[in-house]
């Protein structure tokens, strides 16, 4: 499976849409609502420091 379990609402509307399914966001929406389906969300970049305490340079 290529989607790694991943679509969301926005998607899996594109999605059966391009396979002549008609069907509007808002019904997917209440149907994946129904069935307690979530579509995976990607975390916020958060960059790390390389040691335990940053260390800046001297002036």
């Given at each position: 499976m290529t989607?790694?379990?991943s679509y969301g609402r926005r998607r899996l509307v594109r999605a059966l849409r391009a396979r002549n399914h008609p069907v509007g966001h808002k019904r997917v929406a209440r149907l994946m609502a129904e069935e307690r389906i979530q579509g995976k969300t990607k975390?916020?970049?958060r960059p790390k420091s390389s040691g335990?305490?940053?260390q800046l340079a001297p002036n």
């Open positions: 989607s790694k379990r975390g916020r970049f335990g305490s940053s």
